[in-house]
Structures are given as C-alpha cells and as structure tokens.
C-alpha cells in the first residue's frame, strides 16, 4: 500500500477525537444536560443512582457507587479496606501512576511486580514472589483495555487471605473467562476520563462489588465518612459524583458495546496491514504487535512495540510529521518514578516492565476512526520501515 495511491487524501489523525458525535447522541447530550440543568440536582441523586444501577447491571456486580473519578475510585476503595501504614499493597510497575499513588496516600508501601511480554499485565509468578506477611492487597491492572491474567491472582490471593482490588479504569466491558472486569475481585474500580472508552464530560469514576456491606462503607466514605449527615464515624472525603457527568455518561453507556466493537475491528484492520506488510513476522521483526486476546479486549489502546528507544523516537516523529498522532503508555516505570526513590528501586529490578518502557508506542484506535484514517495510519508505519 503506498499512501501516494490512496484515493482519499487523509490530513490529521489524532489520537482520540472527542468531537466525532453521531447526532443522535448529541442530541441525547444535550437533552441530558438540559435535564439536569432544570432538576436543581447536581451533586449525586437519582441522575447517579440510575447510572450506578446501569453499570452494576453491565459489569455484573451487585453494587455500584459512583466517585468523583478513577483515581478517587481506587483510593475509597483501598480506604475500605482498611489499608494504611504498615501494609503492602502489590501492583505492577508498568502502569499509570495512580495505581501506586493512591497506595501511598493511604500509609501503605506500593511493592512493585513485573509485567508479561505479552499481555503487558501483572506476573503472577512474580505476584507470589514479592508477597509477605505485610502484604494486605494485590491491585491487578487491566491495561489498554485487557483484563489481567485473574484466575492464577485471585488463587493465590485466596490462599494468602489477600484482598484484590482490579484497576479496570482502562477496561469497562473487559472480559476474562466469561467474566468483566470489575466483578472478579472484592472491588472494582473505573475510571470516566474523557479519553476512556465510556468517557464523561468531565472527570469521574467508579466503583464496583458484590458485598452489600462493603457498597455501604464506600457510600459513606465518599461523603466524608458522614452517616447519618453530620454524624462522622469514620474519616472519609469528598469522593461525589456530579449528577450532569452521570446524566451524560448514560447514552454513551447504551453505545458502549456498539463502540467498544469498533475499536476491535479497527485494531484487527492495523493488524491485519501490518502483517501484511511484513513488519511483524520474521525471527527479528521491526514491530511487534498486541497478542490476540482469548477473551474480550475492548482496546483503550493499540499498542505497537518497536525494537528499541531510538527506533520508537523516531517512528513517533516520522509519524508526526505525517498528520498521525501517537502516545507512549508509559515511559517510565514506577517502581525508576522519583517519587518511590525511598522504596529502594533500581535500574534492572523489574526488565521486562523497562523493556516495554523504552518500547511502546499507541496509535489511534478510537471508535470514531474512517476506514481511509486507519489504513493510511498503517500506511505510514510501513513507510517508516521501508524508507529507515
């Protein structure tokens, strides 16, 4: 494919665009934001309620408390649990950093593990290495969209009396076994930042479980701990969900499954080009791309792989300058993040976790993408190779 023959001429592909709305839903939007705008009701209420019902029905979970966003989601949920100083909470180094920062903010020592090559999720093996008598929770992240290997985790968990929390903030609709994401542990947490599959127009979060009891202390906690109103038992915050980014979540929820299916057949269109183009087969290919899933990946990202830093470097600027965005997730481990200095981590403990750091580079996936976008984004990667 030479992008000089195609007969649609492509300018910029972003990333993500926010602004691909079909009509319909936009008018939806805006009868929703109307909506709210006239109840007087903008903090939590039945705009909420209805959105948590929603989720819990669609993510298989008996409960579902909405949070004031993803990175909230977690640390009510670690909260919950009771964690703080003098635990250790395991999760992988290869992440975003609210995972291990909301560890910390509770008192306890984020303990990093290393990743699989090719899942980019947590070791289990390397799980049961690093947990001790300290050790009060695993967080298994479901990255880019597919969920954590969570048989292997939640057995050891079981045998240890660990808690699970799954960090599916990238991974609404996620599945495992005929499971999704955020029914599999004793807590779920999600993220509603614009740029997730199931985004609001804000920032929000939540949280998901299947314990009556547990569902009640986060209710309580995300509003200062207070039960009734001004009666505080416990030391809580302000973990509420805005009412309108609920109201404006709930048509997009309806089209979830309609968007997260794009995506998939957007990521097996990039596939399929590329290895046609012969740039991922060979005993040392230049690129290596997203391991087929053997369940539901809903695809936050596509996530290509190139040989080393410099080739990553410059295909990300060879694609700029041909109108593609690109994104790294992540550049940096958590365990070399400055912050954790004092947790003892060092170049060369967690390899594979930095092997993917200087590797990984994100094209464009979103559901909105023309046909013409992601066979010219493909075109452009085969041109980097075949021109370098």
Do not use: W
């Not at 903008?42 to 309620?49: A, C, D, K, T």
């Not at 969920?147 to 609404?172: F, K, S, Y």
Request: proline share 5%.
């Amino acid at each position: 494919m030479d992008a000089t023959n195609n007969e649609v001429a492509v300018r910029d592909v972003p990333l993500l665009d926010l602004k691909r709305l079909d009509p319909e839903l936009e008018a939806e939007l805006q009868d929703a934001f109307t909506r709210v705008l006239k109840s007087g009701y903008f903090i939590l209420g039945p705009e909420v309620e209805a959105l948590e019902e929603a989720c819990a029905s669609y993510c298989g979970a008996e409960h579902a408390i909405g949070v004031s966003s993803g990175t909230d989601a977690l640390l009510v949920a670690l909260m919950a649990l009771g964690i703080g100083a003098g635990d250790e909470v395991i999760c992988p180094s290869f992440t975003f950093f609210a995972t291990a920062g909301c560890i910390s903010r509770t008192g306890a020592r984020p303990v990093f593990v290393d990743v699989l090559e090719t899942s980019f999720n947590c070791d289990p093996e390397d799980i049961e290495r690093k947990i001790t008598s300290r050790t009060k929770a695993i967080i298994p992240v479901h990255l880019y969209g597919r969920c954590a290997d969570m048989d292997p985790i939640l057995e050891l968990a079981g045998r240890h009396g660990i808690h699970v929390i799954e960090d599916a903030a990238q991974a609404i609709g996620a599945e495992y076994n005929g499971r999704r994401a955020g029914s599999m542990g004793e807590l779920g947490c999600f993220s509603f930042f614009p740029t997730k599959n199931l985004g609001a127009c804000g920032d929000g979060g939540l949280v998901t479980c299947n314990d009556a009891e547990l569902a009640e202390k986060i209710r309580v906690l995300r509003v200062h701990g207070g039960s009734p109103k001004y009666h505080h038992g416990v030391i809580g915050g302000n973990f509420r969900l805005d009412a309108l980014q609920a109201a404006l979540i709930r048509p997009r929820l309806r089209r979830l499954d309609a968007s997260s299916l794009r995506r998939a057949e957007n990521a097996a269109a990039y596939t399929s080009l590329l290895e046609a183009a012969g740039l991922a087969s060979g005993p040392n290919p230049p690129l290596r791309l997203p391991e087929a899933s053997p369940s539901r990946h809903i695809y936050n990202q596509y996530t290509l792989r190139c040989e080393d830093g410099a080739t990553r470097e410059a295909l990300r600027e060879f694609l700029a300058a041909n109108t593609v965005a690109s994104e790294i997730y992540y550049p940096i481990p958590l365990h070399l993040q400055g912050c954790f200095s004092s947790l003892g981590g060092e170049k060369g403990d967690l390899p594979i976790s930095e092997k993917l750091a200087g590797e990984v580079l994100s094209i464009p996936i979103f559901g909105e993408l023309e046909e013409e976008e992601v066979r010219y984004v493909a075109d452009r990667v085969e041109a980097f190779f075949k021109e370098s």
